[in-house]
């Protein structure tokens, strides 16, 4: 048991549900187990910001929730000022004295608790969950040539960071290669995220003949999950299929809107938001898992689906392809094609059903890699200073270059107004310092998330439409 303090810095945590907020609030669960004293800097989650004792799948954590705010963008994503922020993290970091700062980005939080960390002589460990280019052509709406500049601005910001950091980290093969493409000079270990295998042993094998599909993530527009809309309306109407989407995001409205446009709201149920329980029994009601995004990093969701025994059709883009083996453990299909991922659908549903066990095997072959007390194993080490031997991904396709979509994506815009509640179980205490005497306790604190304005939810339908007409075109 180590007896060593941590401190985790993100700007996103659970109860978020993102590939970033969930390797973290993993990361911190599993160093908490092992004896360390974990504590966890990230934004609040609601107008409740403070130093709280927090359960996090029934381990209780210390978490800085630091006063934030909604990001116009991403009514499920929040911000903290950076006005200031370098010394409220100095302050932490000199009360809290911990052996090594762990950031999950170079941006915001994570850039000045490196700073913080580096001033207070602490060992730095950064993870890069982020790839520059992909978020500055996803989060603004501007020219091409003001997004290049903004990208620059980013890795040149990423670069400071990191090369103060001890070791860097990304989340697989592709991801540390670009990082290294990016910024030149730095040596990026490829570390899986990591998912507790285990957890998802119990569940019952897929069933072919349910033909029931899950998408779970994010429902933003780098998720392309209208192309996955679009092949369900392409399938023959005798080949019918029940498709299960879990998550939310700016584009759930219009989303719900075009199912209904194409015919196949009967086939197609959104779920929302759900609960770490209500997910896993998603994930054993389904036959298949479809990822449809093209800018996964690594894809957590995809993890679990393969850790649950799921077949998988994802899109032959950015890391996916390490996670999904063509014929082993589900089919990739060509990014942005609603007619060739109709047709795996088809196929997979179609295939004998010996053929459909071996793809489940076979999920639940590759994702022994991907354990995460492996991951953990990774970063304790690294932790205290010791060096590791990272197996490289020699099955991954190489980087290549980042391609634009601008052509493709038009109006991101803001959601405000009326609020939607989620609840969760997590903060149970709020302390009257970094570890101190508690003051306040809590049955219960509900987190909010915005809805966007009517007039806004207008623009994003018609910016969904030309996407789908693009698609259409090039398919």
Sequence with gaps: MSSMTALIACDTFAPDHNGTATFSKNLAVSLQKRGFEVHVIAPATSKL?????????DVPIIVHRLKSYRLPFQPSQRFVSPFRL??????LLKAIR????????????????????????????????????????????????VKNFLTDLLLKDAARVFRAAEAIAAPTKRAA???????????????S?????????????PIQSDRKLLYVGRLDR???VYVLLEAISKLPKSFHVALEIVGSGSQANELSKLAAELGIQDSVHFSGELSDAALLGKLGESSVFVMPSIQELQSMATLEAMAAGRPILAANAMALPHLVHDGENGFLFRPDSPTDLALKIQHIFGIPELDFIRLSQGSRVLIESHDLEATVDVYERLYKGLPVDVTTLDNEPEYEAPISTTKRFTNFVRRSSKTIERST????????????SVVETFSEVRFSIERRSRKASRKLSNSLRRILKSIRRDD
């Design 193 to 205: 995220a990591g998912v507790d295998i285990d957890l998802f042993n119990t569940l019952d094998e």
């Design 98 to 145: 911990p052996d090594v700062v762990h950031i999950q980005s170079h941006i915001n939080i994570g850039h000045h608790a490196a700073i913080a960390a580096v001033k207070n002589d602490i060992r730095l460990i950064a993870t890069s969950h982020i790839d520059a280019h992909n978020l500055v052509e996803n989060a603004i709406l501007a020219p091409n040539f």
């Design 49 to 57: 910001y403070g130093t709280f004792r927090e359960k996090h799948d």
């Design 177 to 191: 290669q670009m990082l290294e493409s990016s910024v030149k000079g730095l040596r990026v270990l490829p570390i």
């Design 222 to 224: 780098e998720k392309h």
């Design 86 to 91: 370098t010394g409220r993290l100095n302050g």
């Design 425 to 436: 179980n997590g903060v149970i205490e709020r302390l009257d310092d970094v570890r101190g």
